[in-house]
DNA sequence: ATCTGTGGCGCG
DNA sequence: AAAGCGCGCCACAGAT
């Protein structure tokens, strides 16, 4: 016999001979990476010793659910078996009620910011249980389990492989553990892996795009790229070679034929920035620079974009990154959900099916509510708190003149500058150009500000000297950015303490919009809501509903961010602006 | 033909 | 073009 498990007194009694264990650690094999295309094989789970291979085609979803129910379970890049899991046995899993812990981003949370002191680099399972356990793990022979269609065509060594990756992902998560906690990092790990099961759901279910109104927006762009790209062409008449089509022979995307050409007509150019261009004021950069506009949607947001749709699902379904930044963010790619133009009518393609709502919801003011929180600084506690204007207040406290929506504008978005400016740690410097006032002034306004807020200096001023002198920055929540390597490869101390001001306030925000994930995933399914997540965007987070129960869903979305917001900052409220429509809104 | 680094620019 | 943090994608340029 092949040994494997087919019933569900087979996994009860597996169940009842790790009883003690601390934690399971379990894996998957698959026919593919899609798992709307590809087939769920096996389930292998177990500890160190002992390993059960489960034929996964074979059981039904509440046996699978018991593997959860009782342990924590730990695996090598969660989010992937999840979906798997969930693709093949769908709601009845309960994975709201399941205990996760990944063993990738445990290492991802141990590393952060440092180069490994291993001579192995990376974070695949084969690396880390070489560097934990010592064992040597054959990945080769995963490359025949693709395109198998059943779980008897594995051959023993296969099977044996698929065993030795639930060994390899115990042993490492034994370790990790005791690091983890050395480091203060259990709190994070945990949000994380709540947080995985969101995700995974997130990529599954994907988003919904209204492909015929997305090309119509993009017609606009190609259009408007073609009469720009005829602009140029008029401008540069004089200074280039002509082509066979009436056009010039210049090559308008290469950055130094742009400069060449612009100085052939007496303009000299250090860089091809949009700024640079609109500065100098030619029309020849300008027609650059219109040009441009409209050629960065054509081709980021065009043909490769829409080739993303998913040929069965009609949707959307990127890879996101759970720990992609340094900072504790989520990254997202294939394609990027988390740069479409947010002041065009692209945001407005992301449709809701018939009979279904989307909820745009987002915190207001993040980073400086938590820069509040950090500070305890008098006066933006109490302006949170009462839903004032921060930005208003502030003017009116830096200019001594009165801000509100009528009267002087211009100085709100002034304090707005450097409210934000300060998250960054920038200086000076950065304001006067960002302003466009001179260095003196800049430097003036800067100290009254700080005149004003003492508080805001002496918690950013304290936390980056503390972060430097420790080597590592941290949030709220315990995640933790090593700095000594940065430091080491020559890194300037300025660049460094920017570094240090900003990872706990950006990291903090990551961390609350992660809790507030996990929680909103479960409070729909606990509550039989039919409402999943389908972007994340830093301080944003957007659901899709059923129209009947859209309502519900919104107040659940406001709910759970705010109390997640309640875990990390407690002295102002981390308050939501949400919206129900039938599209992706602002 | 494929890889890597860079400039530029979309987002928070 | 930058003494303002964090990403991913596009196109180019130079390398293999």
């Not at 002992?50 to 659910?65: F, G, I």
């Not at 290469?254 to 050409?261: H, V, Y």
């Not at 508080?455 to 420790?470: N, P, V």
């Not at 999943?532 to 957007?542: A, G, R």
Request: charged letters at 30%; glycine letters at 8%; hydrophobic letters at 45%.
């Amino acid at each position: 016999m092949d040994g494997l498990i087919r019933d569900r007194a087979g996994v009860a009694a597996f169940l009842e001979s790790v009883r003690g264990a601390p934690f399971l650690a379990l894996d998957t094999e698959t026919s593919g990476l899609d798992p709307h295309l590809e087939k769920l094989l096996l389930i292998q789970f177990g500890t160190a010793e002992k390993q059960a291979l489960v034929d996964a085609q074979a059981v039904d979803a509440d046996t699978v659910r018991s593997i959860f129910r009782d342990h924590l379970v730990v695996m090598h890049n969660a989010t992937f078996d999840l979906k798997m899991l969930a693709a093949t046995y769908g709601d009845a899993l309960h994975l709201e009620e399941a205990q996760i812990a990944d063993t990738q981003n445990a290492e991802k949370l141990l590393r952060n910011g440092r180069k490994t002191d291993h001579l192995l680099q990376g974070f695949a399972l084969k690396v880390l249980a070489e560097r934990y356990a010592g064992m040597e793990l054959d990945k080769s022979i995963r490359q025949g389990f693709f395109g198998i269609q059943s779980v008897t065509d594995l051959s023993p060594a296969e099977l044996l492989y698929a065993a030795r990756d639930v060994e390899a992902t115990w042993k490492v998560f034994a370790r990790q553990l005791e690091e983890l906690e050395r480091d203060g990092l259990l709190k994070v790990l945990a949000i994380e892996g709540a947080a995985s099961v969101a995700f995974a759901d997130l990529e599954l279910k994907g988003a919904p795009i209204d492909k015929e109104a997305w090309k119509k927006q993009l017609d606009e762009a190609k259009s408007g790229s073609a009469q720009a790209r005829k602009a140029l062409d008029k401008e540069f008449w004089t200074v280039a070679d002509r082509d066979l089509f009436g056009g010039t022979t210049l090559n308008y995307e290469s950055d130094e034929e742009i400069l060449g050409a612009l100085k052939k007509l007496g303009l000299t150019l250090e860089s091809t920035r949009r700024e640079v261009l609109v500065a100098s004021g030619h029309p020849a950069a300008l027609a650059v620079a219109e040009y441009r506009e409209h050629q960065k949607i054509v081709s980021t947001y065009g043909d490769a974009f829409l080739a993303f749709i998913h040929k069965k699902t009609g949707r959307l379904h990127p890879r996101f990154n759970a720990i992609g930044a340094t900072t504790g963010r989520v990254s997202c790619s294939e394609p990027n959900l988390q740069n479409i133009p947010s002041g065009s009518a692209f945001r407005a393609c992301f449709r809701a099916p018939p009979g279904r709502k989307l909820i745009t919801a987002d915190y207001s003011g993040a980073e400086l509510r938590i820069l509040a929180e950090a500070s305890g600084d008098p006066v933006f506690i109490d302006t949170f708190r009462r839903g004032g204007d921060l930005h208003a207040i502030v003017a009116e406290r830096l200019f001594k003149k009165p801000v509100n929506k009528h009267e002087n504008p211009e100085l709100r978005a002034r304090a707005k500058a450097i409210n934000f400016g300060l998250v960054y740690g920038m200086g000076a410097q950065g304001l006067a150009n960002q302003l466009g006032v001179r260095l003196d002034e800049a430097e003036r306004l800067l100290e009254a500000y700080f005149r004003a807020f003492p508080k805001i200096r002496d918690y950013l001023g304290e936390s980056a000297r503390q972060a430097l002198k420790r080597g590592m920055a941290e949030t709220m929540a315990g995640r933790r950015f090593w700095l000594t390597d940065l430091r080491r490869d020559g890194r300037d101390e300025g660049t460094l303490t920017r570094i240090a001001k900003n990872m706990p306030i950006q990291g903090t925000n990551a961390d609350i919009t992660k809790l507030a994930m996990a929680r909103m995933y479960q409070a729909f399914r606990r509550g039989g809501v039919d409402a999943f997540l389908v972007n994340t965007v830093h301080d944003e987070l957007v659901v899709e509903a059923a129209e009947s129960v859209a309502e519900e869903a919104k107040a659940i979305v406001i709910r759970e961010m705010r109390s997640a917001g309640a875990e990390f900052v407690k002295r102002v409220p981390m308050d939501v602006d949400a919206q129900l429509g039938d599209t992706w809104t602002k």
